[in-house]
């Protein structure tokens, strides 16, 4: 299976920009389609999707959030981070079967 | 809108049998796979499977394979997914969600709490 990598928790502060990396362990790339998708979760909610294919922004989602990355290496971007940003981010891929989802990261308050 | 309804949370037994159900409305259903996705503290997130809500035809993780058995049933929109043999390591809250060819979820049910114990 396909490991994803990503830093257990990213302090900072508001109106600051966060980055949150996801590392796997093999590519998630075909040709130019990158297969690497982002979640925010927020404590007993489900996950909701934040960014398709690497870098496309999901329905509704607004503008600060942005991806990027290709092959291994793939970027969550918060620019600038507003309080209802506090939760937990998740990279899966859907590259390889079965989907992987990395261990996500918690996003904190500086 | 899109909506995915999950039943209630379940207690049950070691060795016992649980049936969750996610009823979508809101869009074509047979136009879209359901996937179930398992969240645990300790393991995270981890995908089940999916079911082609068309054909009826299913994909599991090797992992799931004997525990989860995934089934729809079109006339009411909704997806069903049995865990069989419970043990006190699947209890997790369970999620469906709508995916399609290209692999990301874009909606997500409200999850199932299913607790194992005696």
């Known amino acids: 299976d396909i490991v994803l990598t990503q830093s257990p928790v990213l302090a900072v502060s508001l109106g600051q920009r966060a980055t949150i990396s996801c590392r796997a362990s093999?590519?998630?790339?075909?040709?130019?389609?990158?297969?690497m998708h982002w979640y925010q979760q927020k404590p007993g909610q489900q996950p909701k999707l934040l960014i398709y294919r690497a870098s496309n922004l999901a329905s509704g989602i607004p503008a600060r959030f942005s991806g990027s990355g290709s092959g291994t290496d793939f970027t969550l971007t918060i620019d600038p981070v507003q309080a209802d940003d506090i939760a937990a981010y998740y990279c899966q891929q859907s590259r390889e079967s079965p989907d992987t989802f990395g261990a996500g990261t918690k996003l904190e308050l500086k | 809108q899109v909506q995915l309804q999950q039943s209630g949370a379940e207690l049950a037994k070691p060795g016992s049998s649980v049936k969750i159900s996610c009823k979508a409305s809101?869009?074509?259903?047979?136009?879209?796979?359901i996937s179930w996705i398992k969240q645990t503290t300790g393991q995270g997130l981890e995908y089940i499977g999916y079911?082609?809500?068309?054909?009826?035809?299913?994909n599991y993780n090797e992992k799931f394979k004997g525990k989860a058995t995934l089934t729809v049933d079109k006339s009411s929109s909704t997806a069903f997914m049995q865990l069989s043999s419970l043990t006190p390591d699947d209890s997790a809250v369970y999620y469906c969600a709508r995916s399609g060819f290209s692999g990301w979820f874009a909606y997500w049910g409200q999850g199932t709490l299913v607790t194992v114990s005696s």
């Open positions: 809101g869009y074509t259903f047979t136009s879209y796979y």
């Open positions: 079911i082609n809500t068309g054909s009826g035809g299913t």
């Open positions: 093999q590519s998630v790339s075909i040709s130019s389609i990158n297969l």
